[in-house]
């Protein structure tokens, strides 16, 4: 499932099974669905390495516009697949017959119109061409018998090729679900551990603020009076704080299932002062990112490597940036996000 997950690989299957529903449409000889799904594909979505899957739809495309009689867009779609693939034998073939039929040597004639019923098979240069009511690229004549026979084993490889097609079709839908599904239970885990935490650590002094992935704990006093000398009300705040934080790092009492761990980073801010840097951190923010750390650990099985210590810029304070809150921004905030858990084996 590793594949599965990455959101390049889930746009190229999305992409993919698109075009097999486009192909399953115009089998059906339903043209105007067709072109509707392969007009809604945006090829510049997919990875670079996937040529396949956009030279597929660009084939597609092609044979659909030329049933419909559209044989401008035709030859250009064909065109871009000589671009990429100069090689391509379905654009050559394809580029060969449109050239003929401009110069008169050979005609497109109407297919009869039977709707959605009959699915009509042909060849364009030796390729099966998509059925319907559209438009056929027809020889100028010869054998008919031959032509019979050849139509019959055109059809029977067509046949084939619609059930693996289908088969390829529903294995992408049960990737693209299971894609999906990944997501939707990784969210509902992400919020049922911010909830867990935003529970465990409300206490008198904090605010908590929930975020849509992280958990902010703001202090409602500024923990640091001056420099990084921190006040005893801040120390005692952050050592209980400590102490509940190491259920949470380990993964016991979220409630979310034994694994579903926390990181924590602790953001030191200060206040801007006459002829200091106006923004950009502060060596005074680390320091007391680094010291509000200290006290986190002291009573816990936390380690000091497993905080993460930041500097937050000046004009970033919790509170507004005015004179009257300058002593609340003497301080610390700490984000407590979900840890990921690991790729699936």
Not at 33 to 45: F, G
Not at 73 to 95: L, T
Not at 186 to 212: F, N, Q, W, Y
Not at 337 to 345: F, L, N, S, V
Request: glycine share 10%; proline share 5%; aromatic share 2%.
């Amino acid at each position: 499932m590793a594949d599965v997950t990455d959101p390049a690989r889930a746009r190229t299957l999305s992409l993919q099974l698109t075009v097999n529903r486009a192909h399953s449409a115009a089998r059906a000889g339903d043209l105007d669905l067709a072109a509707r799904l392969l007009a809604e594909l945006d090829e510049r979505d997919v990875p670079d390495a996937d040529h396949a899957t956009v030279l597929a739809a660009l084939n597609l495309r092609a044979k659909v516009h030329a049933q419909r009689g559209e044989l401008t867009e035709a030859d250009a779609c064909w065109s871009r697949v000589e671009a990429v693939a100069p090689d391509d034998p379905d654009a050559a073939a394809g580029r060969r017959t449109l050239a003929k039929i401009a110069a008169g040597r050979r005609h497109a004639r109407p297919v009869v119109h039977t709707g959605r019923v009959a699915v009509v098979a042909a060849a364009l240069a030796g390729a099966a061409l998509i059925g319907g009511g559209g438009w056929l690229l027809a020889n100028g004549g010869g054998d008919g018998d031959r032509q019979s026979s050849d139509s019959v084993a055109e059809a029977d490889t067509e046949s084939q090729r619609l059930r693996e097609e289908s088969r390829r079709a529903d294995a992408l839908k049960e990737r693209l679900a299971a894609i999906e599904a990944g997501d939707t239970a990784a969210a509902a885990r992400r919020d049922s551990t911010l909830d867990a935490v935003a529970k465990r650590l409300a206490m008198p002094g904090v605010e908590i603020r929930r975020h849509a992935d992280d958990v902010q704990l703001v202090f409602s006093t500024g923990v640091f009076p001056y420099d990084s000398v921190i006040g005893a009300q801040g120390a005692s705040a952050l050592t209980e704080i400590g102490r509940r934080l190491a259920g949470l790092e380990s993964g016991s009492g979220t409630g979310a299932g034994a694994g579903a761990g926390v990181e924590t980073t602790v953001v030191g801010h200060s206040v801007a002062v006459p002829g200091g840097a106006p923004s950009g951190g502060s060596v005074v923010a680390l320091n007391r990112a680094r010291v509000a750390a200290q006290y986190l650990a002291q009573d816990s099985d936390l380690r000091l490597t497993d905080f993460r210590l930041v500097s937050a810029d000046q004009r970033r304070g919790p509170f507004p940036a005015t004179e009257a809150n300058a002593p609340r921004n003497r301080t610390v905030t700490l984000l407590i996000t979900p840890k990921e858990p690991p790729p699936a084996p």
